[in-house]
C-alpha cells in the first residue's frame, strides 16, 4: 500500500512540473502498464466523462526453487473528473471485473487451488494528458475482491504507472 501511494505522489509531482498542460482530451489509448506485474492497456472514452479499460497483466514470481506466474484480464467503466488546478489532468474511478489464471509451482505452495479467478475490481486513480504530444500518463490503484478460486477475499495490491499512446 505504501508503495501506491509513493507511485502516486511521484506522478502528481510529474504532473505539477510539466510545462506542456493543456486540457487536451483523447479519445482512445493504447499503452503499457507498470506495478503489480506488467501488461498492455486499451481505454475508450464513449462520453466526455464515461470511459472503458481492459487491461492484460501478467507477473511471474519466484523464491527458493519456488515459482508462479499468472495473467489476468480486467475490464472496467471509469466517470472521469477534471481537476480544474491543472489543465490535462483528472481523477477517476470506476468498477467492473477480472479473470485470472495461475500456473507454475503454486501446486506446491496451495496443494489442491483451483488456479483460476474470478472477481469485482474497484479503480481510483489519475490521467493526465500531455498537450500537443499523444501521449498520457496515468496511476492508479485497483483493489479487488475475488469471488472464486484461491485466494477468496480482498486484495489490495493491484494497481501501478501507465503510458498510453493517445489517438
Known amino acids: 500500500m505504501k508503495k501506491i501511494f509513493t507511485i502516486l505522489a511521484l506522478a502528481i509531482g510529474l504532473m505539477f512540473v510539466s510545462q506542456n498542460a493543456n486540457a487536451q482530451e483523447y479519445k482512445n489509448g493504447i499503452g503499457i502498464r507498470f506495478g503489480w506485474g506488467y501488461g498492455l492497456s486499451y481505454k475508450h472514452f464513449f462520453t466526455e466523462k464515461g470511459a472503458m479499460e481492459l487491461v492484460g497483466n501478467f507477473r511471474s514470481y519466484g523464491a527458493a526453487g519456488y515459482k508462479y506466474n499468472y495473467i489476468r484480464v480486467t475490464g472496467l467503466y471509469l466517470v472521469h473528473n477534471k481537476i480544474s488546478a491543472v489543465d490535462g489532468l483528472q481523477w477517476y474511478f470506476g ?62 495490491e493491484a494497481g501501478g504507472l501507465g503510458v498510453r499512446y493517445t489517438f
Do not use: R
Not at 474497484?122 to 500537443?132: E, I, T
Not at 479487488?144 to 477468496?152: A, C, E, K, P, V
Open 95 to 156: 468498477g467492473g471485473a477480472m479473470f485470472q489464471t495461475w500456473g507454475g509451482d503454486f501446486d506446491l505452495f496451495a496443494p489442491g487451488a483451483e488456479t483460476t479467478n474470478i472477481g469485482i475490481v474497484g479503480a481510483l486513480g489519475l490521467d493526465y494528458k500531455f498537450a500537443n504530444v499523444p501521449i498520457s500518463i496515468t496511476a492508479d490503484w485497483l483493489p479487488t475482491f475475488i469471488l472464486s478460486g484461491y485466494g477468496d477475499g480482498f486484495g489490495g
